[in-house]
Structures are given as C-alpha cells and as structure tokens.
C-alpha cells in the first residue's frame, strides 16, 4: 500500500467502473451461468431444463471417454512442459554463455513467441503430412510409418511437438533474463572455487533460478492444459474420433458440436477448479518466494 | 570459463534452425504451386508463384459467401489486435490507479474481484460467454469480438505492480504543487509509464491478433472473419480435396504470422521487459 | 604460499582500448601487495586477469613458477575476496565455506576441521548454520574471508573487500585483515582506491594510473620519495601541495615569493614544487619567510588544516591548535622536506641529501581521528 493515497470518495469508483462492468458482464455472469449449468440437463428440444444435482459431475468424471482423455491431458501437459523448459533452459544457459553474437541469437530464438498456436499447427501439420511432410519422409527411413491424424500415438506425437516448440520462446526469455540476474560476482566465485561448469550449474546456478523454474512450470502446465486449443484443433480439424484431445476441447466439442450443456458446464467447472490449484500454488510461490537479498 | 565456445554456439546454432527453420520452409513452400508441393513435398527453394499465390490469398473473393477476401480477414485481425491493446491498457491503468492510489471503503473486494478473474482462463467460460453475446446481439461485431477479452486482470496486475514501485515522494510534490487525483494521473504518472505502457501494448496487440477460439465461435458471418479463423477455414476446405491447396494454407500462415513477428523483432526489449516485469 | 611475477602484461579489449598496459610487477612470497589508484586505473582488471576472471591478452602471469594464463581459476590455486562479498546465497554460513573444498574432493573430517578453524579465527562460529542474508554486511565479509582460508591458496586476491562496509568497520577489518596475512604468511594481492587503506595494509604498493605503474615502494618510499607528481598528490592526506616555481641561482622562486635554498637544488629553471601540508611550519626567528594569506580553516580536532594561498596558489598547511590564525600567516619549510619534480613530465627530480627519511606517515585527513 502506498503511503500517501488519495481520499476522494467517488473517483476511485468511477476509474474502476469500466473495468468491474466488463468483468461483471463477461466474467462472473457467464461463470455463475457455467455453475449453474452444469446442475441441469437440458431437454433437447429446449422445453427448458431438469435440475440433476451432481448427475452431470458424476457422469463425466466415471466416463471412460473422459477418463482417458483425463489422462491424455495430464501426460500430455507433463510432457510438454517437461521438453518446453529444459529446451528453453537450455538454450538460455548457451545464450548467456556466448558474449558475440548474443543479441542476435535472442532475436532468432524469441520469434516464434509471436507465432499462434493454429498457426503453428498449421506449419506443424505441413511437416507431419503423410504426403508432403519431411519428418514423416525421415522417420520412414527407420521404419516408423507415421500417419497424423489416423494413428492417436502419431497424433499425440505431432501435438506435443508442436506445442513443445510454440512455448519455447517463452521459456527462453524468462530463464534468460533469470539467469542474468544472477550477480555476476557470485557466479565468478564459483568459477573460483568449482572447476567443472556442470558442477556450478547444478550446486549454483539451478538453485538460483528456482523461483522462475517455479513460476514457468505453472505457467507452462496452464498454457498445456488451455492455450494449445489452437493446435489441438487444427491438428484434429474437426474428426475427434479416435484421436487424442484434452479436457477443454472436451468441453468445447460436448457444448458447441455435440450440444450438451450440462455435461460441458460441469467440466468447464472441474477445470476451473483445476485452474484455481494451479494458480493459487503459483502465488503461493511467488509471494513467499525465497528472497536472496 | 573460455573452453566449450564452440559447442554453446553449435547447440545454439541448432536452436534457431529448430525454431526459424518451418517459418522459413512454411515461406519458400508458399511460393510453389500446390501440385508442385505435392508432388515434391515441402521445399527449401524459391518458387516463382510468389505474387500470384499471396495475390489470391489477399484479394480473392472466397469463402461461402464469396465475398471475403484475405485482406478483410487481416483487416479484422487488426481491429482485433488494436482494439484489444488499447481497450487493455486504458481499463487497466484506470483500475490499477483506483486500487494503488486511493484509499477506501471497498479498496480489498475490488481488489480481489479482479484478482479472480486470474483464476478462469477464456476457454472454461465460452459456452456461456456465447450465450450472453448472443443475448446482447453483440454476435458478429467488432465489440463482441474484443469486451470478453478485456474480461481478465492481467493488465491491472502489470499496472499495479509498476505503480507501486513510483516513488510516494513524487505523489507528495504533487500534491504540495496542488495537483488533485486527475491532474497527477495525467501529468504525471501516465507519463512516467510510457515505456511500461508501450511493453504492455505490444503484448496485449499480440495476443489479439492471436486470439484463435472467441473468433472462431462467435463470427458466423465472414465479413469479421480474422486471419486465424482464415485457417482453420482453408484447413476445413482441406478435408475430402484432391490436392489440398497447400500454398495458399501456407500464404495464409505467412500473412497471419508477420505483424506479430515484426513488432516483437522491432520492439524486442520492450517486449522481453514487459513479459519479464509483468508476471513476477 | 608463492611467489607471482607479472610480466608484460596488458588488457586490449575490443576497439583498441588499453585498459592495462604492459605491467611488470614481482611479488614474493609472502608478500603483501597492494594495487591503488584512482577509477579506471585497471588496478581490477589486473587483479582480475590474475583469478582468471578475464583473459590476458598479452605477456603471462605465473604463480610459483608456472605460467597460468591459459589455466581454469578453480585450478590456478587462487581465493578471492570479492567487494559485494558473492556468498551463495541459497547455502548455509558452513556450507559456503565448504563448497570450494567439497569440488575439490576434500575428506569430510579435513573439510569439518578446516572450516571450525576458519569460524574460529575470524570469529562467526555462531553463524554457521545462518544464510547469507541474515548476515549484517561486517559478518558477512568475514564469510567471504573464511571461504577464502579455508583453500588454503597460495595466493589471497582482495577486490576492495572493505569497500562497503561504514568507515569505523573499515578501520577495524584493515587491522583483522592485515593480522591474518601476517599469520597465514599467504601470499596476497589487495585492490583498493583508498590510499589509507594502501598504506597501512602494504609491505610494497603499486600506484596505478591510466593502466601504467606510477611507482612501486614501500610505504615509506611512496610517501617520502613520490616518484611522480601523480604519485604526490595520490598518497598522504591531506594531498601533498604542488606548485609552480622556479630555481634560480640559490633561490627558489614561487611567484613573487622567494626563499633562500641553501641545498644543492639538483636542476634550475621551472620546476613543479611538492610540499606537504605537515611540512610546513610556522615562520619563527631566522627562518625563511612565506607569507600565507589564510582563506578558511578546518578544525580537525588535534589539529588544524588551514586552506589559503601562497603567492595566488592554493596552499594548505597543517597549524597547531595553540598557533593564532590571523588573515596572514608566516610559513617555513625545510629545503629537505621540499620535493621537485619536472615540470613537463611530472617525474621526480632526484637530489643528494633528500628528503630525510624516516618517521612516521603522517596523515591528517578526517580519517585519522579513526585510527
């Protein structure tokens, strides 16, 4: 809290305005209506709904159907995010270690960045195509007859690729600018007292980024579990049948294509629940982070 | 501390090629034509179809009515993208100046009214997000396509975590100068943001001009077609065709991947500086 | 425990610029070498070059013996002690002091015993199980130092150690600091931009300027015979008094004030005139007289500094507390006691018969009155 605040009694209201009317409009009132949704079943024909208590929960969550695609998201964010932060961490331990050149390594490795995620399954599609793609083409040659799409195991393949090398960027940059704000004297100390630079990296440095490594694996798990929607249905385009998806594609194709909206609202509800772990386990972190003075 | 050069920039060498290398193949492939493509697979060479493909891709009259074309498409990305940075950062800076610079009575609920919306991204409300659109009539528009967006703290938290670190003494010379709350916002701590504003905008425009899922449920009419809807129209059209027009899929991405690319190169440290400064 | 001998050495970096340049220093073993000099003189980056925390760019650094320019810091036998202290700050008080013996492969009990002895000498036993940042900044210096003994090294390299600390801490760490060299008979290389701490800390110094060596001496040396005026108006406190002059025939001539020299004056014509400020007395019966016309005084306690001009050159002189300050004050100094240097280069004039040597280093800056 500042020390010096303002004792107006109506402008704080007013510059807040905009903002609690768009959050009450498109947040909470669509959030409670989820809630709400996902106690009833609505009748197909919408004569109106029946009220099911925890029917809807109770279904999804014994499905079989949702239990693997349960376990196709949870190994599938592990994954992910697992590959996304050691290549990023990896590449920014190599960027910080070159002097010439760095800046424009940066550059280079922090473009994809901007780069969508239907996008990048777009260009990921390309490279897995059973006819024209050049990774399909090289696997051949060790007998691996990949077909995106069709095989789940293939398609899982081409989703964790693709969502591994969007989030990339991302990685890099914070753990880039992590290891940058390691004081140059501690790290000349260590060179001083450990010879070998693997050694200094898992005794020193790695210690030393633990509070981004904490804060880019919540990150990551929340951008595998939501933001690659992109990939997964470019890669899918529309035949989900057979093929690995994760739960909130799941909520997207039971609400919008097959048109159950209790069923969706109440895994859009479990995920939320997912959501609100995750990121209170991340300020947890993050507030009581270990402060090395 | 001198040795193993050679190998950091080898790993890094190979780490722009894992990056740039499908941006760069995704280019060159465009320039061919698809039977070409098909018949060859992806190529590392120029072709000579360049302004013919990108030509079509941008002004052909397509889709189902006939009557979009490439350049709507970018069109409604940008509305997008620059409506949604700018509604972003004016709904933030206000809010995060109430939270940080006034004191009273419902300061802590407003903070953790807005703190909550953190906890649900987009993709868990959509359904409903849809059916309040839809109530609203705001269905295929520019404002539909942008408020629900705007819905989010992530702005706010940006803004007050910057205000926050403004020195107090700055506020107290203001206020010894006779400057009241909407005097000092203006004169003095918009101008000391700018260059957090300029970080935030370039985030903010980059995440519009991605936005993939809103776009893609709640524009039924083609006319506010984005880009990124532009793809996973031609990736549809795909489906059951000879030879899929992979050229032009591939023009498509080009064009839906280059102002993101180029502002994030261009505005590269403000960027870095805004995503790094942001979340911690 | 090792001799150093620096040899020719210099630091180009890239676009041409000469941070250090061809520097020839021989150290014994034992011996307590201070670098000082003012910012950007490359006394760091000489220091530097020798842990290895920057590269050599020309001539070699051998450390008893061996060449070790190309050699990794952790293996050129070193310890440092850095100015921000560079304690891990993620390990323990023990663990720090352990790191560097625990890479090394070091038996656990020698690694136990060593760093109870370090903790005992320098007094932070009680602080072993602490982290760094529960540490004030005195104790956390005693850390750095402890990592630094517990090696065992044949050479202390100190980058400003004390630099941080508030002035009444300096003061007593230089005394710990200069005990412990002594007793461990390490040999030490220190890097400081206070002169202070130069002098009471050295058994040689070596004044850097612009990346060249001014001079190399002894305490006593550097203050008695500065071999330049750069040198002179480097060490002591308050900074020695130069002034324009002239020699001629007997007399020195300062302005319209002249003396007579009586001693061989060793050269004639222009000369820079050095004359320390507690060198000059006031005038009594018979002495040569130097009118003073006092601008403002500054009471230091024991005594007095008095600021003014001799001539329209600034002059300051040290005054008793009993004297009278009036506007004008009579001043003298002993022809020994005056220094020359060339005009153009600011070398030291060398003359037969002086300066008399010996006595203490006097040095009446604020400092003092902490000693």
Redesign the interface.
Known sequence: M????????F???L??L???A??S???Y???A??IH?SFFIEDPFGFGSAFVGLDNYTDALTAPEYQKIARFTVAYSLIVTFLTLS?GL??AL??D??IR?QST???????????????AG??????FDQ????FV?FVALFGWDMKVGINYFDTAFAMIAVAV?NQ???NF??FL?GLQGI?A??R??????????T?RFW??IL??LTPTAF?LLV?NM?YSL??T??VI??IV???PANNPITL?YK??LD??RGND?GS??AQ?VI??VI??AL?LIQFRF?ERR???? | MYRTKFFDHLILIAGVILMLGPLVVAFTTSTHTAAEIHSNGLMLSIGGHLEETYGKVLFRKGGFTGEVTGMTMAVNSLILGLGFAIGKIVLSMLAAYAIVYFRFRFATLAFWLIFTTLLLPLEVRIMPSYKVMSELGLLNSHVGLILPLLASATGTFFFRQFFKSVPDELLEAARIDGAGPVKFFIDVLVPLSRTMIAAVFIIMFVYGWNQYLWPMLMTTDESFYTLMRGIKQILQVWVGSQIPDYNEAFAMAVLAMLPPVVVVVIFQSWFIKGLTESDK | MASILIDQVSKIYDGGVHAVKAIDIAIEDGEFIVLVGPSGCGKSTLLRMVAGLEAISQGTVSIGGRVINNVEPAERDIAMVFQNYALYPHMSVYDNLAYGLRNRKTPKAEIEARVTEAARMLEIEPYLKRKPRALSGGQRQRVAMGRAIVRKPAVFLFDEPLSNLDAKLRVTMRGEIRKLQRRLATTAIYVTHDQLEAMTLADRLVVLNGGTIEQIGTPLEVYHRPASTFVASFIGAPAMNLLDGAIEGDRLVIGDVSMAFGAQPGTTGSVTVGVRAEDLTLAGEGDQRLPFKVDYVEELGAHRLVHGHLSSQALTAVVPVEAEITEELQLTVAPERIHFFAKETGRRIERPGSPVEGGAVRSYAREASFA
């Open positions: 500042k020390r010096v605040q303002f004792n107006s009694r402008i704080p209201y510059l807040l905009p903002q609690f768009i959050i409009i498109f947040f009132w669509p959030s209506q989820a949704s290549l990896l590449l190599k960027a270690a070159v050149g390594y940066k550059t280079l490795l922090i473009v994809v960045y901007a780069i969508a995620p239907p996008v777009l260009i990921g599609m390309m490279f006819h024209i793609g050049p083409h090398w990339i960027p991302y940059i914070f600018s004081p004297s501690i000349e100390a260590a060179a001083i007292d450990c010879k070998s630079g050694r005794t020193v210690p030393l804060f990150i929340t939501f933001d929607f992109g249905d470019v385009k529309d035949k909130v909520v997207y609400g919008f909206l969706s609202s859009s995920l939320m959501v609100l990121t993050i270990v402060h090395y003075g």
